[in-house]
T-cell receptor
Framework: DAGVTQSPTHLIKTRGQQVTLRCSPK?????VSWYQQALGQGPQFIFQ???????QRGNFPDRFSGHQFPNYSSELNVNALLLGDSALYLC??????????????FGPGTRLTVL | DAKTTQPPSMDCAEGRAANLPCNHS???????VYWYRQIHSQGPQYIIH???NNETNEMASLIITEDRKSSTLILPHATLRDTAVYYC???????????FGTGTSLTVIP
């Protein structure tokens, strides 16, 4: 049983560019959450997707957007990259529809560096 | 915002029990206590969670005080691989996001 997978592992972009990160949830999970983790900090919640819609959103600007596909996989898009967007981006999956599987399981993350 | 307070760092001798405290004095009746850990630059790993009763699994034990204002994560026989940042989080179980603080950096010493 594959866990949560994310791609790419590492990414280098320049300021002003756009980036797309991808996440495949754990088998049996239908909900995907995205987090940003700056160096030395705990992960910060960006948003959560369920049934292909954004259910909840943290305190992040509209430059951060997402999408969930019918197979439950998800993308995180960041436009007009800033140096401060450099971070580890984490995807977590869970099952909102099954309360026994509501615990979030995290992927290995994508390390984004903005130059 | 994180609703928990943890010591920034702790040391533990290899083979001994590691006891990691967490204060959550404003916890609500329907909020659970979750513990995750994060080994350097990897994704957080789920350890255990509970509401009010003590919980145990293959990784750890969770002791929650009767008033639920604090808890302790116990790693019964710490190994070098347990060196990580440990996060204590409280949240309503169903569907809400996790608010991470800065956690406790546990170093297991040989």
């Amino acid at each position: 049983d594959a866990g949560v997978t994310q791609s790419p592992t590492h990414l280098i972009k320049t300021r002003g560019q756009q980036v797309t990160l991808r996440c495949s949830p754990k088998s049996g999970h239908d909900t995907v959450s995205w987090y940003q983790q700056a160096l030395g900090q705990g992960p910060q919640f960006i948003f959560q997707y369920y049934e292909e819609e954004e259910r909840q959103r943290g305190n992040f600007p509209d430059r951060f957007s997402g999408h969930q596909f019918p197979n439950y996989s998800s993308e995180l898009n960041v436009n007009a990259l800033l140096l401060g967007d450099s971070a580890l981006y984490l995807c977590a999956s869970s099952s909102v529809s099954d309360r026994r599987r509501d615990t979030q399981y995290f992927g290995p993350g994508t390390r984004l560096t903005v130059l | 915002d994180a609703k928990t307070t943890q010591p920034p760092s702790m040391d533990c001798a290899e083979g001994r029990a590691a006891n990691l405290p967490c204060n959550h004095s404003t916890i609500s009746g329907n909020e659970y206590v979750y513990w995750y850990r994060q080994i350097h630059s990897q994704g957080p790993q789920y350890i255990i969670h509970g509401l009010k009763n003590n919980e145990t699994n293959e990784m750890a034990s969770l002791i929650i005080t009767e008033d639920r204002k604090s808890s302790t994560l116990i790693l019964p026989h710490a190994t070098l691989r347990d060196t990580a940042v440990y996060y204590c989080i409280v949240r309503v179980e169903y569907g809400n996001q996790f608010y991470f603080g800065t956690g406790t950096s546990l170093t297991v010493i040989p």
